[in-house]
């Protein structure tokens, strides 16, 4: 016989009066359950920022600034703070798919960027904003089916002369879980520089995500930098999850997807660059020849090409000038959420190559790179044949010093590629006005942002106009304009709590 859900529901309503009238003596031999034993056992976290991880997890959101700024006054430091929610991310948010809710945790390191190229009254700003965009995260996280890390007991870890072979064999297979072990293992008894030797390739051996996993690499690396490597073990854990992430397609060691075919390609490529590449002739023509080639090129052939310049004895520095200006070109064209990760992907590449100490992951590094460029242009339609990075003229000029400035930051969003103009005139003819410029386009960041990928564009972009050679990266800055945040519109919401919450009201 069928049972209807009402049914259903007046049949449980009925047991359920019946169990509270009744005996419960059916629970006699099950063990008895204290509240802590019922409670998730999570990934732990070092004791001296325990309760902090703790006060971030638990307090509502409409009161978290003002817990903090009181464990501010109370002597709690900015290292401190910042690795607490670093930690309670990596714990608490699921870092699948690299993006979306997980931004919470890519943007510590975008946010602790920009506090420390802050003026002094600002840099608390930015990891406020952070600690409130991660409750927004944690809020999603649980509608989503709430997931946590779970703690790992240490009789499930390889033994330690066997955890660096292990590792390298699960992540070659794509094995999750013997990956996840081993990661543990691996935060214990390596350097950070020893491990992360291995996930600069990783991280960057698939296009899954638009880049988030090299994004995850770069940017976890920073921040435990600044944090110390004693809180690595929940965010390398978390960082292999994301890593080995591959959607609903099959194992990648056994099949051969397009996300996957640049990295492996590369790898066999990579053998056939010089050994003396690292020195060459610098030469603008290569760039603009470069440019010109990954405007229509595909993954194979844009590596091809890196290959091709740096046989010629081409500087490797016209390389990354050619990556940096493609990435801001494909922004002016669309700006937009792939437009933009042209830009971070790059940045986060980069900064691997410039901070590996192995050359065929540099190599490496720079040829996914150039492959990923065009896999980014495959996923923007429509795009526009002008504007061009390398042609495209200066605006005029309206005012002097900060007066000029606030006239381009009013231009936006209202026209994005006449800001970008007057941008390029100004930094061409007023050199000077360049601190001033970037410390504007940071301020207006802290008031009018709203969304992880403005501290995570702002801070990649405004870093690499210093990576970017002199004679291009004022046109590459120019370009950025089209997603940096203008003046019009109220601050935001967060601003105003994080005042009032530093003020002490």
């Known amino acids: 016989m069928s049972t209807t859900r009402r049914d259903f529901l007046t ?40 309760s902090l991880v703790r006060l971030i997890e ?139 030797e291995m996930l600069w390739r990783y991280g960057a051996r698939d296009f899954r995500d638009i880049g988030h996993k090299a994004i995850f690499v770069a940017n976890s690396y920073r921040t435990l930098v600044t944090i110390g490597w004693r809180h690595a073990e929940p965010i390398m854990r978390s960082l292999v999850y994301a890593l080995m992430d591959h959607g609903n397609q099959a194992n990648p060691a056994r099949s051969d997807h397009d996300a996957d075919r ?67 070109e494909l922004l002016m064209k669309q700006p937009g959420i792939v437009g933009l990760h042209t830009v971070t992907t790059t940045n986060a590449l980069a900064f691997g190559y410039q901070t590996t100490a192995n050359d065929e992951t540099r190599r490496y590094l720079m040829l996914q790179a150039a492959s990923f460029l065009p896999m980014f242009r495959a996923r923007m339609n429509n795009l526009p044949a002008t504007p061009r990075i390398d042609t495209f003229e200066p605006g005029e000029l309206v005012g002097q010093g900060q ?26 003819t007023r050199t000077d006005q360049m601190p001033a410029l970037m410390t504007t386009a940071r301020r207006l960041i802290f008031a009018k942002g709203t969304d992880s990928h403005d501290y995570k564009f702002s801070s990649a972009a405004l870093e690499d106009f210093f990576h970017v050679t002199p004679p291009w990266r004022n046109r590459f800055m120019a370009a950025n304009i089209f997603w940096l945040k203008g003046s019009a519109g109220n601050d935001t919401p967060v601003l105003q709590r994080t005042r009032a919450a530093l003020a002490g009201s």
């Open 11 to 50: 049949r449980s309503a009925q047991l359920g009066a019946a169990a509270t009238v009744g005996s419960f003596a059916f629970l006699d031999n099950l063990p008895p359950l204290s509240a802590q034993q019922v409670q998730r056992s999570l990934a732990p976290v070092q004791g001296d920022v325990e």
């Open 262 to 328: 640049p990295g492996r390609d590369n790898l066999r490529r990579l053998t056939r660059i010089r050994a003396d590449w690292h020195q060459g002739r610098v030469s603008r023509e290569a760039v603009t020849e470069l440019l010109a080639t990954l405007r229509t090129a595909n993954p194979g052939d844009a590596a091809e090409a890196v290959v091709t310049k740096l046989n010629e004895r081409v500087d490797p520095s016209c390389i990354w000038d050619a990556l940096f200006l493609t990435a801001g």
């Open 58 to 196: 638990d307090t509502a959101r409409n009161r978290l600034l003002e817990e903090i700024a009181t464990r501010i006054r109370g002597g709690a430091s900015y290292q401190q703070i910042l690795a607490a929610l670093m930690l309670a991310g990596v714990r608490g948010i699921q870092p699948r798919p690299v993006g979306f809710k997980f931004h919470c945790v890519l943007v510590v390191n975008s946010a602790h960027i920009a506090s420390l190229a802050a003026q002094d009254r600002d840099r608390w700003l930015p990891l406020f904003w952070a600690l409130d965009n991660f409750k927004a995260s944690q809020a999603r996280n649980a509608q989503e089916g709430d997931w946590r890390m779970s703690a790992l007991a240490d009789n499930r870890l390889p033994a330690p002369e066997t955890t660096l072979r292990n590792f390298r064999t699960a992540m070659d297979n794509w094995e999750t879980e013997n990956a996840d072990r081993t990661t543990a293992q691996l935060a214990r008894i390596s350097s950070q520089n020893e491990v992360y």
């Open 403 to 428: 007066a000029t400035i606030d006239d381009i930051f009013a231009m936006i969003p209202r026209d994005r590629l006449g800001a970008a103009r007057k941008t390029l005139a100004l930094l061409q």
